[in-house]
């Protein structure tokens, strides 16, 4: 049985994630308020696994995780791209006539801007997460409010879709990484099968010395396929770079490190894992 930290509530998009990656296998949830509290979990227990958003194909990049994921000691060994999909629910006496309020996740509210603006006699309202939402109204019987979360959720608290797919757009997708304790790492994947790592470094103040590196790892046939700047706290105008790296051969790819070790400071793999938009072995 695997023991899986998430952000979010059981029926939240963390969790649907979760069994998703891990079909056929009994699975723990370790439901967790905050992503701080995903990484103290496997701190505190090395066999514990943890999931966690890093980037939506609307919002954006979760910047905070991935400052928790630089700090945080784990290292990533999968990933998986989610289709979110959004409902909204409400309690089964409760019409369209008598929703006053509209609570979900504020990146859920945001990828539902569109629908919202339709009903506008609704306010919404920033919960901390879609299911955790859904899960308040139905058990404190929140008349006059409805949850946008995915429609499992909905169902799970046994709450009414009014409707459902009201995304914005609908190739909307969310990336979540697979992380834990470095030491546990080749218990959940195959190395010789990788194709895929994740890098954090810092570059000296020196112009073109990003460009450099760029160079050195499209020499050796890394295809770039993230770049995210963030700067470095009490160092002006310096910044860490999280690169995302696809690659066929994992002896060019360790070969590149090497080769843009010199040219950077603090490089550090964040992890090496199967490209989640292939399977493993293919």
Not at 211 to 232: A, E, G, N, R
């Amino acid at each position: 049985m695997k023991r899986i930290a998430i952000q979010g509530l059981i029926g939240s998009f963390h969790d649907i994630a979760a069994h998703q990656l891990f079909p056929n296998e009994q699975l723990q949830i370790i439901c967790c308020d905050t992503f701080e509290q995903v990484y103290d979990n496997i701190k505190q227990d090395a066999t514990i696994i943890g999931l966690t958003a890093i980037e939506n194909t609307i919002a954006g990049s979760l910047l905070h995780n991935y400052e928790l994921l630089r700090d945080s000691g784990t290292t990533i060994v999968a990933e998986h791209k989610l289709h979110i999909e959004h409902c909204i629910c409400c309690l089964e006496d409760d019409t369209w006539d008598t929703i006053e309020e509209i609570h979900s996740h504020p990146v859920a509210l945001m990828q539902c801007r569109g629908f919202l603006s339709m009903h506008q006699g609704a306010k919404a309202v920033e919960a901390d997460d879609t299911a955790g939402s859904a899960k308040y109204i139905s058990e404190n019987k929140c008349k006059g409010w409805a949850a946008i979360c995915h429609s499992s959720a909905a169902k799970l608290y046994g709450l009414k879709i009014l409707e459902d797919s009201i995304e914005d757009n609908k190739h909307n997708f969310t990336r979540f990484l697979v992380v834990c304790n470095p030491n546990k790492a080749d218990f959940l994947r195959d190395i010789n099968k990788t194709n895929k790592a994740s890098l954090v470094f810092s570059l000296p103040h020196e112009e073109g010395s990003l460009s450099q590196v760029l160079s050195i790892l499209s020499f050796y046939k890394m295809s770039l396929t993230k770049i995210q700047s963030l700067p470095i706290i009490g160092h002006e105008w310096e910044y860490m770079f999280y690169v995302d790296v696809t690659f066929d051969s994992i002896t060019r790819y360790r070969q590149s490190i090497d080769a843009i070790m010199p040219l950077t400071r603090e490089l550090k793999v964040l992890g090496e894992y199967y490209d989640g938009g292939k399977q493993p072995g293919a």
